[in-house]
């Protein structure tokens, strides 16, 4: 069985898209009944790396209490679905699982998302490729690649991509420069892999997580067919007559169409969905963080991981560090609306920070701190990441080609008992 996460899809706008002929497989996926699934209701709980740990873990935020992407590292008091299947004699593969940390014992394959800090398990060269997805994801509003990287999934390419999608990568390839192609081209390498793992190791329960979809519906949705909105994208952003979301749903299309070739049970699961957001909002990331925080003037001994978007993680030598350090950034604003740069959440000895400026950045503008500490030449240290188009909503869906056989409307955390007895059952049939 295949437990197939499609994060935060809106699918009003796949059912739009299928009523004008388009996404066939898709179709054929959403054929049976199509389960809403209900969450959070604080806005600031309905993040994805908190949902997929209620789907993951089979308990609400208030059970499970993890709030930052990468927190389930430090939790060993909670069981993740893989580990229960594995515990109950399944094997397990899982490509890119969101927020999940890999405890387990004999897992076929296991490539963790691109920014939690776990093991990865499999061959040499699935443990590098792991390494570059993450490096180019978390590189990727600087538009550095690196070398190294970029060879690496040369032998990813060759060693995984099978020869009928050439012509896809190479027409992805040509269209590179377009706005979501990335995201495409990511989802699509994750695919190969997972087929060709899929097909050698044939494990009873399979976790395949895609976070394209997510990516272009936050930046692109004001240029979907189906959105019905006032907003538009300005040209240099993403031209008028280009389809991001489209474009991703297709690809996702095709890699639903090469499931249900393969007869396997597939259950898809979007966490919650996005719904357009209704004013113009900028997203900003620094190029290099530590040097940035260092300008800053954050002093001491510290390190950064960059988490998604414009978040990052501070670790500080002590508690004490770490209190000093979120006083220090908390007095920053911007010169030209005197508001809040960052926001900053101080768990102990570790700071979560969002950049949370939200507007352009215009000629001469800076950011003003205490002690007369002022960044200025702000484009030179910001990557321009996204001009935020959807936003969050704690409303998901659940579908398969399969009878389902539970209501209409779920609690999230009820599709971990789902998967789990559905896988339990399939492995007992064979």
């Not at 899809?9 to 002929?21: H, K, P, Q, T």
């Not at 593969?93 to 999940?100: E, L, R």
């Not at 706005?179 to 190969?192: F, N």
Request: glycine share 6%; net charge positive; proline share 4%.
């Amino acid at each position: 069985m295949i437990l197939l996460a499609l994060n935060e899809l809106n699918i009003d706008y796949v059912n739009g898209y299928i009523s004008e002929g388009k996404l066939t497989n898709f179709k054929r996926l959403l054929q049976n009944d199509t389960i809403s699934t209900i969450s959070e209701e604080k806005y600031e709980l309905l993040e994805p790396w908190i949902q997929w740990t209620t789907v993951q873990t089979g308990k609400s935020h208030d059970e499970h209490q993890i709030f930052r992407l990468g927190d389930i590292i430090d939790r060993p008091d909670l069981r993740q679905i893989f580990e229960d299947l594995e515990n109950n004699g399944l094997s397990i593969g899982a490509i890119s699982p969101f927020n999940a940390v890999n405890r387990l014992k004999t897992s076929k394959f296991f490539i963790p998302d691109p920014w939690t800090q776990t093991k990865t398990s499999g061959s040499y060269i699935i443990k590098r490729l792991s390494k570059t997805i993450s490096s180019l994801v978390n590189n990727n509003a600087s538009g550095k690649s690196g070398t190294l990287n970029i060879i690496w999934l040369l032998v990813g390419f060759i060693r995984y991509i099978r020869v009928k999608r050439w012509s896809k990568f190479f027409s992805f390839f040509i269209q590179r420069k377009k706005p979501g192609i990335k995201a495409a081209i990511l989802d699509m390498i994750l695919l190969e892999v997972f087929v060709t793992l899929q097909k050698k190791h044939k494990p009873d329960y399979s976790h395949l997580f895609f976070n394209g979809g997510a990516h272009v519906q936050h930046h692109y949705m004001f240029n979907s067919t189906q959105y019905k909105g006032t907003l538009k994208n300005p040209d240099w952003y993403c031209p008028a007559n280009w389809d991001p979301l489209y474009m991703m749903l297709e690809t996702y299309d095709r890699i639903i169409g090469d499931l249900l070739e393969s007869g396997e049970r597939i259950i898809g699961v979007t966490g919650l969905h996005q719904v357009p957001h209704t004013e113009q909002t900028y997203y900003w990331r620094p190029l290099n963080h530590k040097a940035f925080l260092t300008l800053a003037g954050v002093k001491g001994e510290f390190s950064v991981i960059p988490r998604m978007s414009r978040d990052f993680l501070i670790y500080s030598s002590s508690r004490d560090h770490a209190i000093e350090i979120e006083s220090h950034l908390n007095k920053f604003t911007d010169s030209i609306r005197n508001k809040p740069v960052f926001n900053v959440d101080n768990r102990g000895e570790s700071l979560f920070v969002e950049v949370i400026y939200d507007d352009d950045i215009h000629e001469g503008m800076c950011f003003n701190g205490p002690q007369s500490i002022s960044l200025i030449d702000l484009r030179s240290k910001l990557a321009f990441v996204a001009i935020k188009n959807g936003k969050h909503n704690g409303l998901g869906y659940v579908f398969s080609n399969m009878p389902l056989d539970i209501p209409k409307e779920i609690k999230l955390k009820e599709i971990y008992d789902l998967i789990k007895n559905k896988a339990l059952a399939d492995a007992a049939k064979n």
